[in-house]
Nanobody, 125 residues
């Protein structure tokens, strides 16, 4: 049974930082590209960042480039999202997602095989 479990969300202040984690089990983690998406109330789920199998390459949405950093630890089967310079518009439920390695990068929700349940991030001004 594949499980992706996010943690680390909560309340942050504008200009502050939060670090999200996503622990993965039930699959060979090193065979999967990983990504973070987010969904604000009443809006579609949007791409945030993705990372290759080894972590050697990353891609970010323009809205978070230079502020967020995606990384992974294949020994711990975990992917991270370090969020710095938080803005109120970063408020959303954040989801991690996994896709079996094929073409990279993939930025559309339908391209991903597995999803976590999401973790709420709220940024106050």
């Amino acid at each position: 049974q594949v499980q992706l479990v996010e943690s680390g969300g909560g309340l942050g202040q504008a200009g502050g930082s939060l670090r999200l984690s996503c622990a993965v089990s039930g699959l060979t983690f090193s065979n999967y590209a990983m990504a973070w998406f987010r969904q604000a109330p009443g809006k579609e789920r949007d791409f945030v960042a993705t990372i290759t199998l080894s972590g050697s390459s990353t891609l970010y949405a323009d809205s978070v480039k230079g502020r967020f950093t995606i990384s992974r630890d294949n020994a711990k089967n975990t992917v991270y999202l370090q969020m710095n310079g938080l803005k109120p518009e970063d408020t959303a439920v954040y989801f991690c997602a996994a896709v079996y390695w094929n073409k990279w990068p993939k930025v559309r929700t339908y391209e991903y095989d597995y999803w976590g349940q999401g973790t709420q991030v709220t940024v106050s001004s």
